[in-house]
């Protein structure tokens, strides 16, 4: 099971707008020790959006969805994922109550139709305007709007999805690796690192020479402090059978790791 994130609307695609949440979940998820499995950027379309989110379900993932749950036309999310979900769209009656309890006068017909949710839907509370977002099954899905979003995607991580909360979240230790030599040159080593380090995640980011610079690549060891400790001195001492090679150590392990 993976936790992925869904940006939605065409105002991101066209770059009229300029995401936020993207860089906002990963602090909140980071936060609780949580990893972001993968992230999708989709515009206001139903069909596309109710499949990813078959996509979702079928894989078993986790989603947060921002975006496209609101009452104009080009919102369409909440009819994508009631279509997703094979039920009908139907005034949910609480959420309806808590706007016409808000509202007074001002819960239009028009402003309702936010209310209307696959049916079966649970509410995620909305702290700003009390217009709630919705949940199905173990997807989440909150407005684009960051100052309503954030707040109610907090909400679902600390009471939906608390069970991800990781109390020793997985740690990087990162070397820099300067010389001639190439990834494929050090393909066996990397290998024989990952190999003896079970749960780690190993990164390979080479670097091309710029006016006469050397080249270099920078590794990446992630994974539970002990692992990516270990793997990052095997890793390093790999390396000194390499004598073109220096290595500048970026966020190396304390010496009691």
């Known amino acids: ?64 969805s921002c975006g496209g749950i609101g009452a104009t036309p080009d919102d369409c999310t909440r009819q994508a994922a009631a279509l997703a979900f094979g039920v009908p769209l139907q005034r949910h009656r609480e959420a309806e109550q808590m706007l016409v309890e808000h509202y007074g006068a001002a819960a239009t017909p028009n402003r309702l139709l936010m209310t209307d949710f696959p049916l079966g839907a ?58 001639s030599s190439g990834e494929g040159d050090l393909l066996d080593l990397m290998r ?18 710029i006016a006469g610079g050397p080249r270099h690549i920078e590794f990446g060891f992630k994974g539970r402090a002990a692992v990516a400790a270990a793997a990052y001195r095997a890793f390093a001492e790999g390396l000194l059978r390499f004598p073109d090679l220096t290595i500048e150590p970026l966020a190396a392990p304390a010496a009691d790791n």
């Open 122 to 179: 649970g509410l995620i509370p909305n702290p700003v305007n009390q217009v709630p977002g919705f949940s199905f099954g173990h997807c989440y899905f909150v407005p684009g709007f960051p100052e309503m979003a954030w707040p109610m995607l907090e909400w679902v991580l600390d009471t939906q999805l608390r069970y991800l909360h990781c109390a020793e979240p997985d740690v990087e230790f990162r070397l820099r690796a300067i010389g």
């Open 1 to 64: 099971m993976a936790l992925g994130l869904f940006v939605i609307g065409d105002e991101i695609l066209s770059g009229k707008r300029q995401d936020r949440h993207f860089a906002k979940v990963l602090e909140l998820l980071r936060a609780r020790g949580i990893e972001l499995g993968w992230a999708q950027f989709l515009g206001d379309d139903e069909l596309a959006i109710a499949e990813a989110v078959r996509a979702v379900v079928t894989r078993g993932d986790e989603l947060l």
């Open 192 to 209: 024989d690192t990952l190999a003896g380090h079970p749960g780690l995640k190993l990164s390979s980011l080479p670097s091309r020479a």
